[in-house]
Structures are given as C-alpha cells and as structure tokens.
C-alpha cells in the first residue's frame, strides 16, 4: 500500500500510548470539522487500537454516521497487527480509518494473512469488501443497530468485583474461619471461579460474600471472618478513591445486587468467560459465585443453554461483542450479545429437543475434564477448532492428538452439530447458512421482536421471575392470576402514586408497601408500585437499607425485605 500505509504504522507506534477516550475525543471533533458548511476538511483518518469498532467508542460515530448530514466512512482496516513487535510490545492491535462527508460506500479491508510481523520487512495480505462500512467496521449485517429486548431484561450480568485480594482463601483457611462449624457461614463462604478457573484449571479457591450483612453483623456473627477481612481488605480499601467502595470495606466493591434476585431461586445457571479465545457456554452450580471476569445468565435450562451454543449465537456474539489484545480474543459484552439477542420462538418439542442436546453436551465435557486432569475447555476447543478447519485426526500433532483421544472430541463436534440443526430447525431456518446470512437474519428478527414488543408482546425467558419486575400491569395482573388464582385487574387499573422527592415522604410510602405486600418484597417489586416504575429502584432500595440499619426490616438474602411486626 505504499508509503502512506507505511506512516499509518509509524504513526500507531507513537500514538499507542493514549487512551480511547482521547482517541475518540479527536474522532468526534474531526467529524464536526469535516461536517460544518464550506469546510476546508474533505477527508479525515485514524490509527488506533482496535478496540474503536468496540461498544463504547463506536457511539462516538454512529450519530455521525446515522445523522441527516451524515458522513460515512470510506476506508477501514478494522484488524490489523502492529508491526516490529517485540517482547516488550503492547499486547494490542490497530485498526486504520478514513471517513468523508456524505453517503459513500467504502473499502473495508481485512487481514487474511500475517508473516514476518516481528521484522522491518513484514507481509501483511488483505481482503477486500467494498459497500457501506459500520460502525463496528464491517459491511453487512449492520449488528451495531439492533435494540435490546425486554425479553431478555434483568437475566445477566457480570459477576462480582471484589476490590480486595483478602476475600479469597482456600480451603483450609475457610475452615480455620470456622465453615462447617459456625451456623450460618456456608451461607457467606461460597466455591469461587474465575476465568481461568473454567477455561483452564479451577484453582479450588472460595470466596467471603458478606452480601446483605452490615460491618456489625459480620463482627457479632462471624468475628474470626470479621478479623480476616479487617487485617487483609481493609487496608486496601482505605486507599480507595472510591468514597462507598472505602466505607464498605467487608463488602464486595461490586456486589452485583442486579443479578443476586434472579439467581436466588435457581439450582444452577449459564456462565460464559468475558473475554476468551473460544466462545463457550456451560452451567455452574448456583453455590459458586462467579468473578468479574465470567457472564452468569440467570437461565438454568437446558434450552437456552443450547441456544446460546449454538452457531447461531456465536457467530452474533463475535461479531457484536469486542475483541481484546494481541491474541484477538472475544469480549461478551452483555449488553450487546445477549439482551438484544433474539432467541427463536420455538414450540415445546423443538425446545426439549434442543435442551436434551445441551445437557448432553455440557455433562460429556465436565465428565472429560473430571476423569482426564491434563484436559481443559480451551485445549478441548483448540482441538475442535482444527477439526472444524479440515484437520483430519491423523494430522494432529501429538499433544492434539491425546486431546482429542482422552476428550472424546469427535462426541462434541457431533453435539454441537447436532445443537446447530435443532436451534436453525427452532428458528425455521437452514443449518448450513453462511455467517453473514445468519447476521442479517438476526438483525432483522430483533427488528421485528422491537416492533412486537412496542406492541406489547414480550416474549420473556422467564415470565415467572420478569414479569413481575419488568412486565406491564396487565401482564402482572395475569401473572399473579396464574401464580395465586387471584386476578389483580382492579389494583392494575388504580391511578399510580408518584414517588416524592423528600426523605420522610419515600419512607412512609415504602413502609406502607411493604405492610401492604403481606410478607416480603425487593426493591424491583416495591417499585413497580409507583408512577416511575424502575427508575426509582435504587432510591426504593436506599430506604430498605435505610430501615434495615434502624432494625425496622429484616431479611434473609440481603434482597427482599419483610416489616418487622412487634410481638
């Protein structure tokens, strides 16, 4: 590409350093610039990270790109490596783009090939494809479009940050802080995996989750774990510039109070590694609470475990998610990957037909890896990944060749073609459509499911936990007739009370709700009472904490609160 190709690299070296948010700084000021009447400013480009086709930078475009005076971008390489890599370089890769005012259609390059990156003399091969480039740097399937889906609201989310090293021991110290014989403390001393932990070797470690209890309650029912935390987390947390994060320093600096309630009445749900080089879906057990690091979706059958296996699934997380490092690996961006996700709208059979699959699946790789300890998930899918490009068994070099014995991998590649046919069989399409197909597709029925839904049919992966936190009056008021056989039409009709601004007024109205729900609600509940619906969650939950410090509430999970009626 000449010279100027050449500059881009040069100039990648020496801008590498600043972040994305200054990046996109200058991307947006360019934009206006270019944009602005009689501008000198015909063209304007880029070299970045590659992480500019990722969720947060690419907002800064799509105004621009989807404006009435728009500009499009012309040209862009959205992956490409950096050159004269070392073993001192960033373990990144850039992306190069050009943009124009107007409608145009563009030359989105591609990397097919990579030698020789390491030298003053490196081969790079490209592929082109020419038609309107996206704002996640492709053309087709625009993904970048798709809305999320009610349907899909208050399932998943990432798993705890703990903003300090202390909360996690072993085994052994677990036991030595009295779990097995304190009451109570199995409750708050649970199994803890990480992503390593899934893909790879799970360390054994166990986590302190004090969810729910304040620094005195910690101190009066656990006083060994209380010392713990006092000696190993405490000092951390004091240095924190995070005001909340410094003063709740036996907590968890992201607690994850979102996704607590959705998984409380489970027996297991779906997890999958936020960034990792193979896409995998699997269930844990609901004891084991997951890091930062894993995306628990609070489904926990076998259907939607197939689903989000299958092909179908992902093909649109690659392509809607980011990508991270040198390695190119996958990000699973929740809010891109799975709340807009359309799931197909499958009859009963083809739903245990699809589940049978995945539960079939899931319990073959855990009985591999328990019974073959040199076997991971990753080595089980690095296998697989050459066999799906063609390698025959035969070919594989030798420690290949002992995971692919020792993992029956021949029995996943079956699963998982099997899972395909039934989810395209689910959706009423063809198993064997090209990617780019399946993308259109689903952009297009996530399309159509926005339309349904702004016309009040939401098909909800669980309408028995949703439906009352998120579903319309109407739906509530059937929910609570199929739940309890008492239909709730005339409480559903009542005109709303507003929820006030002061302190004294929002207590009164949440004690009086509380009173009123007969037994014990959550926050998300307690909302749906007022005009505001979940808008005012958190305040709703502010006041609950508020009366629990003052004794006034009790609770068993640090989520739902009942009023403390006197004796």
């Not at 989750?209 to 010392?227: C, I, K, S, W």
């Not at 890091?291 to 649109?316: M, Q, T």
């Not at 009963?348 to 899931?362: R, T, V």
Request: with cysteine.
């Amino acid at each position: 590409m000449g010279a100027p190709y050449a500059e881009g690299l040069w100039r990648a070296h020496r801008h590498m350093n600043e972040s994305a948010d200054f990046v996109m700084y200058w991307w947006d000021r360019a934009a206006e610039i270019l944009l602005k009447p009689k501008s000198k400013l015909k063209r304007f480009g880029f070299v970045t990270t590659n992480s500019i086709s990722q969720v947060f930078q690419r907002r800064v475009m799509e105004p621009h790109l989807d404006a009435k005076k728009p500009l499009s971008l012309v040209m862009a390489i959205p992956d490409h490596p950096w050159t004269k890599v070392t073993r001192d370089s960033a373990a990144v890769r850039i992306a190069m783009t050009v943009a124009e005012a107007g409608k145009h259609d563009g030359r989105l390059q591609e990397v097919t090939a990579e030698e020789a990156v390491d030298t003053d003399s490196p081969v790079i091969l490209l592929n082109e494809k020419q038609g309107k480039i996206n704002s996640d740097l492709t053309v087709g399937a625009d993904v970048a479009s798709v809305l999320p889906m009610n349907a899909n609201e208050g399932l998943s989310s990432r798993g705890m940050m703990l903003f300090g090293g202390g909360f996690i021991v072993t085994p052994q110290q677990a036991s030595d802080l009295g779990l097995g014989r304190v009451p109570r403390l199995d409750k708050h001393i649970r199994p803890y995996l990480n992503g390593r932990d899934v893909m790879a070797r799970s360390r054994g470690v166990m986590v302190i989750d004090m969810f729910g209890l304040n620094a005195d309650e910690v101190r009066q029912n656990f006083p060994a774990v209380y010392q713990h935390l006092l000696a190993t987390v405490k000092p951390e947390r004091d240095v924190n510039r995070d005001v909340d994060i410094s003063r709740r320093w036996w907590l968890f600096g992201r607690t994850r109070d979102e996704i607590r309630p959705a998984l409380a009445n489970l027996v297991r749900y779906i997890a999958t590694v936020e960034t990792a080089k193979h896409r995998v879906f699997q269930f844990l057990d609901v004891s084991i609470l997951p890091d930062n690091k894993l995306v628990a979706i609070a489904l926990s059958d076998g259907y939607a475990l197939g689903v989000l296996s299958s092909r179908f699934h992902v093909a649109w997380a690659m392509r809607t998610g980011g990508w991270l490092g040198v390695g190119n690996d996958s990000v699973y961006v929740k809010s891109r990957c799975f709340d807009p996700f359309p799931f197909p709208a499958a009859t009963d059979a083809q739903k245990h037909a699809i589940g049978a699959i995945a539960e079939e699946l899931d319990a073959h790789r855990k009985r591999v890896l328990e019974d073959q300890p040199h076997l991971t998930l990753t080595g089980l899918y690095n296998v697989l990944g050459r066999l799906k490009a063609g390698i025959k068994p035969d070919d594989l070099d030798p420690r290949g060749r002992r995971i692919f014995d020792d993992g029956l991998v021949l029995i996943i590649k079956e699963l998982h073609e099997k899972l395909d046919q039934a989810v395209a069989d689910a959706y009423g399409w063809l198993a064997d459509l090209s990617e780019e197909e399946v993308l259109a597709r689903l952009v297009t029925l996530n399309k159509e499911r926005a339309r349904e839904e702004n016309r009040g049919l939401v098909r909800w992966l669980r309408p028995d936990y949703q439906i009352l936190r998120f579903g319309s009056e109407k739906e509530k008021a059937e929910q609570l007739e199929a739940d309890f056989g008492v239909a709730d039409a005339p409480a559903a009709k009542s005109a709303k009370p507003s929820f006030p601004g002061g302190d004294s007024e929002q207590t009164a109205l949440v004690i009086d709700a509380l009173i009123q729900a007969g037994g014990v609600a959550d926050a998300a509940a307690i909302a749906t009472r007022f005009k505001q619906g979940q808008k005012v969650r958190p305040a709703v939950a502010a006041v609950l904490t508020s009366l629990y410090r003052m004794g006034l509430v009790s609770t068993a999970d640090g989520n739902s609160f009942g009023w403390r009626r006197a004796a």
